[in-house]
């Protein structure tokens, strides 16, 4: 059975300073991976998704994630934080085919300090 | 941007009666879901919709849930008797083909469900 699950439920960082959280998969089959953010009073939405293409996939508001299948890999990036990238962020995966299933990570809430 | 947009954005009820949570997906998506989040837990999948029928749904997703596209535009989930464990934040998504890997899902702001 496939499951996601991220390292940290809360991680706070300086503006400017690297933001990265961290996801973990387990799949029997190739996977597609997520990355959601959820702002305060807000829907998820998505940043980026991984479908066996590149490895390295850019999102949007600058985000970045890394596919790494030798260590299950696949963790959110930004190399400056914003106040604004204060948030909820959740990583999901998919099995490939036709399904709309979504299994999440537990979330990871991300805070940006002054 | 097109968005999903659901109705409440937060209910409360006694246990045991029965609850309708409202959604619009977006005009010219075909295929539905509901999800929803305990409260510290993770977001979980509930039910697909698509064709007026269920495509796929959880074990979450018991007899006393079901769902309906009454009309061209709206999605509904009911629980018919509702519990304390039921709840939970419900998220309503919508899609313009099945499946997550070639296809955005989209979700709406949510439905915070209180049962006391």
């Known amino acids: 059975a496939q499951s996601v699950t991220q390292l940290g439920s809360h991680v706070s960082v300086s503006e400017g300073a690297l933001v990265l959280l961290r996801c973990n998969y387990s799949?029997?089959?190739?996977?597609?991976l997520f990355w959601y953010v959820q702002y305060p009073n807000q829907g998820l939405q998505l940043l980026l998704k991984?479908?066996?293409?590149?490895?390295l996939v850019k999102g949007i508001n600058g985000f970045e994630a890394e596919f790494k299948k030798s260590e299950t890999s696949f963790h959110l990036t930004k190399p400056s934080a914003h106040m604004s990238d204060a948030a909820e962020y959740f990583c999901?995966?998919?099995?490939?085919?036709?399904?709309?299933?979504?299994?999440f990570g537990q979330g990871t809430t991300l805070q940006v300090k002054p | 941007e097109p968005e999903v947009t659901q109705t409440p954005s937060h209910q409360v009820t006694q246990m045991g009666q029965e609850v309708i949570l409202r959604c619009v997906p977006i005009?010219?998506?075909?295929?539905f879901y509901w999800y929803r989040q305990i409260l510290g837990q993770k977001v979980e999948f509930l039910v697909s919709?698509?064709?007026?029928?269920?495509?796929?749904k959880s074990e979450i997703f018991d007899d006393q849930f079901s769902v309906e596209r009454p009309d061209g535009s709206n999605f509904t989930l009911k629980i018919r008797s509702t519990k304390l464990e039921d709840s939970a934040m419900y998220f309503c998504?919508?899609?313009?083909?099945?499946?997550?890997?070639?296809?955005?899902?989209?979700f709406g702001e949510g439905s915070w469900l209180t049962v006391v």
């Open positions: 998504a919508s899609s313009e083909a099945l499946g997550a890997a070639g296809n955005t899902i989209y």
């Open positions: 799949s029997s089959v190739p996977p597609y």
């Open positions: 991984y479908t066996s293409a590149a490895t």
């Open positions: 999901a995966v998919s099995e490939p085919g036709n399904t709309g299933k979504l299994i």
């Open positions: 005009s010219n998506h075909l295929y």
């Open positions: 919709f698509y064709n007026n029928e269920i495509s796929e």
